[in-house]
């Protein structure tokens, strides 16, 4: 009976959701950071972008934001392939067993990325976000931050991919931000990620 709800439940987040990749237009059965995947494409080309991400993050000098990015994407998609490999109808044996050595591998990069702490860097900041239905402005700061985002605590729900405006206060510089990602984080309290619009090097 559990399955058959969770199934349910997979289904209704991905439906009316063609696949995003190319012209594909499957059915979608996963979500990762706004886009649709069919299965097959879940399989190849997100799953080669997290990869690809990893490759990035061993060529280049630490980055705790890319870091925090590739874990956060990375665990949603292990999510993601958790649910198909739970569901009995989502897949054949045979996926279901590249999905499982894709999670391995996943486990393994996660390992393999040596834990630095994160540098925190603190700026004030008012977040914004204008809704047709409710508009909220809050009083944060940052937690991290990089050329092109940063990660906030934040008060209120929002989704991924909402936007939302950001007004340095130190500098009363405005920029509008994607939502990235939204969690809870270990002490309970949301954090957002959020990537600049229209500006690069928000953050100096
Ligand atoms: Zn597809």
């Known amino acids: 009976m559990e399955g058959q709800i969770e199934q349910v439940g997979v289904q209704q987040a991905c439906e009316n959701h063609p696949c995003d990749a190319g012209s594909c237009g499957e059915r979608a059965v996963a979500k990762l950071d706004m886009r649709a995947f069919c299965l097959d494409h879940f399989l190849s080309v997100s799953f080669q972008e997290i990869r690809a991400h990893y490759d990035g993050l061993k ?27 739970e569901d009995a109808n989502s897949a054949d044996e045979e996926t279901k067993g590249k999905l499982l050595e894709a999670l391995l591998w996943i486990s393994q990069a996660g390992k393999s990325l040596r834990r630095s702490p994160r540098v925190p860097t603190a700026i004030g900041v008012w977040l914004r976000r204008e809704d047709t239905r409710r508009t909220w402005e809050e009083d944060t700061w940052t937690r991290t931050v990089s050329r092109h985002g940063a990660g906030f605590v934040c008060r209120h729900p929002v989704e991924m991919g909402g936007r939302v405006v950001i007004t340095r206060k130190d500098k009363a510089m405005r920029a509008e931000a994607r939502v990235v990602y939204s969690r809870l984080n270990a002490d309970g309290r949301r954090e957002i990620g959020v990537e600049m619009i229209d500006r690069d090097n928000f953050w100096d």
Not at 66 to 72: D, H, I
């Open 59 to 85: 060529r280049q000098p630490y980055d705790s934001n890319a870091m925090a990015s590739f874990r956060e994407l990375s665990s949603i998609w292990a999510r993601e392939a958790e649910k198909l490999i």
